[in-house]
């Protein structure tokens, strides 16, 4: 396959068009994509109560593959109960998780248990009861609950007041294997741990850095946003170990001009190695000073810990910086002179970022790097992560942490009067080990591919297999479903966020909150999710096990209107919360938004951290570094399409390699290798000639790849380590 020139366009029109003849015709689709409720894919955000494929700007036609993929997902029909003798588990394994994710909706319970060649359906009343009966009879800290950010605030709201009142803290969510890094960094020094940027402020920038992300594949409806800073004369630089094709120049099928003649996005390419992220922005740092170009008075200011930071960038040698970064000096000192001139920056990054040992850290540097000219406090400049779900930054909002945030617990405790466990909880990684060792016994997830989302599958099947009952709540099969099975394994069909027969609502990198209307089941079987809570919270609280359960009375708590308000009283910054009963009025959260250089610390000063660059490994041919990526065709775990377009790859299982490297292990291309990881090997990939990533790097699709990668986590934000690998290649 050949990579395309111009990314989107065309093709992105055509691809709706076969999407929404599978979905029943363009007319199934227009009128489900414009339904008032939140798009079901990425945090950019859009829909809600300004209507389907509107942005909070006004903006329309607001949307992209992703969002269609997703749809076209919840308009299949439903799986028939024939489909589960037709179906055992090893064909279930056997299957891709494309394949899995085209089934069909999920319409009915079922249930595995250990010895069973199949998943058998069951009533509503018997899985409730099953899982109820488990609950009450296994310590509130044998259990752990796992949230994904495709769910509602109303009910992860709902799901964590109930395993928190049932008596465990063991709440995590899928942010501990994406952003937590963004959100321990930023937080360590400004107090807040979202953008400091509203989506406005991006027409506001002459300069945005674009670090370790890759918005043409995973976030296409950011690119109109860039492409605007190109049309105002503003420049854009990319930071990535790849040269990706839609960085270069996109089409936006909705902008004409775009469509036709395409757009240039990137302004500068710089190609750092994997893991060389750290370096490279020190350098930018130390060509900052050297040019004296360090807005020093700000610092003196609005900032504390800068004399720690700019004496350790000073130690540090260009020597040094080069060899990490794999960037020429004179490149690094290009870059920074174009920061210098900068009036207006954003700083925006993904999972390039994040997914290190040093994530945490990289963030902080970033933030820094932003202060270091007072480009946090003012309109159009700021930090902005580029959030992966829809809603992954509300659940964590709203109390799906292991620790509840001081305000939080206080509010519930003191305005509820609910006795609430002081116990500091699991993180995801840790929840994971704690079931290998027995020491949990009882996993609920609400939505995701838990499994799938793990580094080291083999560990993680394991895991997940040694727990007594494992439930998750889904719409479709994943391959969670098959390689997870406990003693007792639980699926429960759960409506779409626009079949809820409540209002909901959800929250968007850019810490807006939207309302999602619902509307009509599609199929027969699925329940709402906060009416699967509540009845299973109703049922627990009659085994008389948990007394704390006692202070809400949860048949009633099915009330979304009740949840929000609940929420306006307890979620700092929520308070709009109670208006969206009444009125339906969106809002932007209070305090996350930094348009004047006052922080959300103690002393409204922001606290920079003190750096030093992390060892990297020595790397040389046949080892290189790997990092895992997302193609234009998948969303996290799920996969849509098998080939990935915008960089020419046929299938899945390849290995994206320069040609140098392929040229030094003398191998040819589409050639059959093994790929040896700290974890796991993957035998018969496919070899493949890619010249647009940077030689001695190498990369491969997740989550396939992740049978490679061993458990290393952040030791900050407790996040996995998917990017910075050493893996071995070989015939």
């Known amino acids: 396959m050949q990579t395309p020139k111009k990314p989107g366009g065309w093709s992105s029109i055509r691809y709706v068009f076969r999407q929404s003849r599978k979905a029943g015709g363009i007319g199934t689709m227009w009128k489900a994509m414009r339904s008032k409720n939140t798009c079901k894919t990425c945090a950019v955000g859009m829909g809600g109560q300004k209507g389907g494929m509107v942005n909070e700007s006004g903006h329309f036609p607001e949307f992209c593959k992703k969002s269609i993929q997703a749809m076209q997902a919840d308009l299949q029909p439903a799986i028939e109960s024939s489909f589960w003798t037709e179906n055992p588990i090893d064909k279930l394994r056997q299957a891709s998780p494309r394949e899995l994710e085209a089934c069909g909706r999920l319409s009915q319970p079922v249930v595995y248990t250990r010895g069973s060649k199949t998943f058998t359906p069951v009533s509503w009343d018997d899985a409730l009861t099953r899982i109820s009966d488990k609950l009450g009879a296994t310590l509130p800290d044998e259990s752990f609950f796992y949230f994904s950010g495709r769910s509602s605030n109303e009910a992860a709201f709902l799901l964590q007041l109930f395993a928190r009142l049932y008596g465990t803290n063991n709440v995590n969510n899928c942010s501990f294997y994406c952003h937590q890094a963004s959100g321990v960094g930023i937080s360590s020094v400004i107090g807040s741990g979202t953008a400091t940027v509203v989506l406005e402020d991006l027409d506001k920038a002459d300069l945005v850095f674009l670090i370790g992300a890759n918005p043409a594949s995973n976030h296409p409806r950011l690119m109109r946003s860039l492409m605007n800073v190109r049309r105002n004369d503003g420049d854009v630089i990319v930071i990535n170990p790849i040269r990706e094709a839609g960085l270069e120049t996109f089409s936006i099928p909705s902008d004409p001009r775009s469509l036709l003649f395409g757009s240039p996005i990137a302004s500068d390419f710089i190609q750092p190695h994997i893991g060389g992220d750290v370096a490279l922005l020190s350098g930018i740092a130390k060509g900052l000073m050297e040019m004296d170009a360090v807005d020093l008075g700000f610092l003196s200011r609005h900032t504390t810990g800068s004399d720690k930071l700019i004496e350790s960038i000073t130690a540090m040698p260009w020597e040094h910086i080069v060899r990490d970064a794999g960037v020429a000096q004179a490149e690094i000192e290009s870059i920074a002179a174009r920061y210098a001139s900068s009036e207006n ?118 895991a997940l297999s040694s727990l007594d009952l494992l439930v998750t709540m889904s719409t479709t099969l994943n391959t969670g479903h098959p390689w997870s099975l406990a003693e007792e394994t639980l699926i429960l069909p759960v409506l779409a966020r626009d079949e809820e027969p409540q209002k909901t609502s959800q929250e968007s990198m850019f810490n807006y909150v939207r309302l999602s209307d619902g509307g009509p089941p599609r199929i027969g079987g699925p329940r709402s999710e906060m009416a699967i809570i509540a009845d299973l919270a109703s049922r627990v609280q009659q085994k008389e096990t948990s007394p704390a359960l006692n202070a809400l009375n949860w048949s009633a708590m099915n009330d979304s209107a009740a949840i929000r308000e609940m929420i306006g009283h307890v979620i700092p910054g929520w308070e709009s919360m109670h208006k969206m009963n009444a009125s339906s009025a969106e809002f932007q959260i209070e305090g996350r938004t930094f348009h004047t250089p006052t922080f959300n610390t103690t002393s409204g000063k922001a606290h920079i951290q003190p750096l030093a660059l992390p060892e990297l490994a020595e790397c040389q041919s046949p080892h290189f570094r790997l990092m895992t990526i997302r193609s234009e065709g998948q969303f996290n775990t799920v996969v849509y399409e098998d080939e990935d377009i915008f960089r020419g790859a046929p299938s899945r299982d390849v290995v994206l390699m320069h040609p140098a490297d392929l040229s030094s292990l003398q191998l040819t291309e589409g050639q059959r290798i093994t790929v040896e990881g700290p974890a796991g090997r993957l035998p018969f990939f496919q070899v493949i000639s890619f010249e647009r990533i940077k030689p001695g790097n190498v990369a491969m699709y997740f989550p396939e790849a992740n049978v490679l990668l061993d458990r290393r986590l952040d030791p900050l934000s407790k996040t996995p380590a998917f990017k910075g690998a050493l893996v071995k290649i070989y015939v």
């Open 345 to 462: 920056t954003i700083f925006a990054w993904a999972m390039g970022i994040t997914h290190h040992q040093h994530g945490t850290v990289a963030v902080q540097l970033i933030a820094a790097l932003a202060l270091m000219r007072g480009m946090i406090g003012k309109k159009g400049s700021g930090l902005m992560p580029i959030r992966g779900h829809s809603n992954v930054q509300g659940i964590g909002s709203v109390g799906v942490t292991p620790v509840l945030k001081d305000a939080i617990f206080t509010a519930l405790t003191e305005k509820y009067d609910l006795d609430l466990p002081s116990t500091p909880g699991l993180d995801t990684m840790a929840c994971m080990e704690a079931a290998t060792s027995g020491q949990v016994k009882v996993g609920f997830c609400l939505g995701g591919n838990l499994y799938g989302s793990n580094p080291d599958l083999v560990y993680a099947s394991k």
